[in-house]
């Protein structure tokens, strides 16, 4: 009877990690999946705002439309969510209809937009953290933090390419500039770094 009851106990743990485990990683991904998209969307709006709307009009419409199925997936995948974190996610991704608005009018600086995206990015980042906190043991904990570094690593190559960007559209750079690209090439180097170190063997 003891053998039968720690046999069912440990199937039935075994099976309440399992789910732990599908639905961190789908957490994780879709969070993911959407940071990537906010990513090519930003660099192009920038680009588009950068250059009067001679750079980029004709792929924008088609990254936006990746980026709604990215937050619609989203936002259905974290409906069950809540706390501060996803609540400040939830409210950066509301305002993204209104700045493509004024991006669309030229109502809006390129250093302003970057902003909003670079922002909504890190909030969503903050969701893969809630994620983290819900891994089911340290071996597991010990690959999706290696991921984390490695979104990190994108988000840092992503700001460089959107703030590059803008940059070569408009043919100029200013010292203030250049040191910023400078920093965000370093800090993508850190965290392929980290990734590297946390993944190794397991990659």
């Known amino acids: 009877m003891l053998l039968a009851f720690y046999s069912l106990y440990s199937n039935y743990t075994e099976l309440r990690r399992a ?15 959407t940071i990537h998209d906010l990513q090519i969307e930003r660099g192009s709006s920038v680009g588009y705002l950068a250059s009067k709307g001679q750079k980029f009009a004709d792929v924008l419409p088609k990254y936006r439309k990746n980026t709604n199925l990215a937050i619609k997936a989203f936002l259905q995948e974290t409906q069950e969510l809540n706390g501060s974190k996803m609540q400040k996610a939830r409210q950066s991704l509301q305002r993204l209809n209104e700045v493509r608005d004024k991006i669309d009018k030229f109502a809006i600086e390129p250093a302003d937009v970057f902003s909003y995206y670079t922002d909504t990015i ?5 969701v893969i953290n809630i994620g983290l906190n819900k891994a089911p043991d340290a071996e597991i904990l010990k690959r999706l933090i290696a991921i984390n570094y490695l979104v990190n690593a994108e988000e840092y190559a992503g700001e460089e390419r959107g703030f590059g960007t803008g940059i070569v559209v408009s043919k100029q750079i200013n010292p203030q500039q250049r040191i910023k690209m400078i920093k965000l090439a370093a800090s993508q180097e850190v965290f392929i770094n980290e990734f590297k170190d946390t993944a190794k063997g397991k990659y």
């Open 19 to 33: 789910k732990t485990f599908i639905k961190v990683v789908r957490l994780i991904t879709q969070a993911a999946r």
């Open 122 to 126: 890190k909030n969503l980042m903050e």
